[in-house]
T-cell receptor
């Protein structure tokens, strides 16, 4: 069966520090991969999605970036975090076609 | 008009009650529809897909009305454990199957 791993679960970072969140999927190949952010009490905002290695689509302008160095690995990064980057970050995968997404446990990021 | 709209609630219902949520979507070309459940400070989890003919999973029934562009979720015999936020998800038509639009969710509180 397929599983998705996302880490760390919680992270506290100072403003201006770099960020790297990692997500890996097991048990499937060539999945669509997604990064979302959810601010407190708000809906999910799609940040990036990827349909293949090295293929990244950005949904909103921001100081975040994403990379997919391997088929089942998706990384969210920032060179300098802003206070507004605080939130709950979720990685998700889906098969091709009209398939639902499945989420990792999420990373709760607090910027101080 | 938002692409996906839900009544934020909260819906406060007694145990054993039947409760229904609606979700409207703006793009008539959308083809994939899902309901997710999100517990407080947790990741969204797939509850059920929504098929054109309607579908049922135990106490949960999902319906799709393409003419009026809404989907519904009916929960019968509510349990305390059903308390959560229910997210409506619709694929973003015109962008292949890569992107999904999440509603902001409807909060349900089942009371003892």
């Amino acid at each position: 069966s397929q599983t998705i791993h996302q880490w760390p679960a919680t992270l506290v970072q100072p403003v201006g520090s770099p960020l790297s969140l990692e997500c890996t999927v097991e048990g499937t190949s060539n999945p669509n991969l997604y990064w979302y952010r959810q601010a407190a009490g708000r809906g999910l905002q799609l940040l990036f999605y990827s349909v293949g290695i090295g293929q990244i689509s950005s949904e909103v302008p921001q100081n975040l970036s994403a990379s997919r160095p391997q088929d089942r690995q998706f990384i969210l990064s920032s060179k300098k975090l802003l206070l507004s980057d605080s939130g709950f970050y979720l990685c998700a995968w889906s098969d091709r076609g009209h398939q639902p997404q499945h989420f990792g446990d999420g990373t709760r990021l607090s910027i101080l | 008009r938002k692409e996906v709209e839900q009544d934020p609630g909260p819906f406060n219902v007694p145990e054993g009650a039947t409760v229904a949520f609606n979700c409207t979507y703006s793009n008539s070309a959308s083809q994939s529809f899902f309901w997710y459940r999100q517990d407080c400070r947790k990741e969204p989890k797939l509850l059920m897909s929504v098929y054109s003919s309607g579908n049922e999973d135990g106490r949960f029934t999902a319906q799709l009305n393409r003419a009026s562009q809404y989907i519904s979720l009916l929960i019968r015999d509510s349990k305390l454990s059903d308390s959560a936020t229910y997210l409506c998800v619709v694929n973003k038509a015109g962008a292949g199957t890569y992107k999904y639009i999440f509603g902001t969710g409807t909060r349900l509180k089942v009371l003892a």
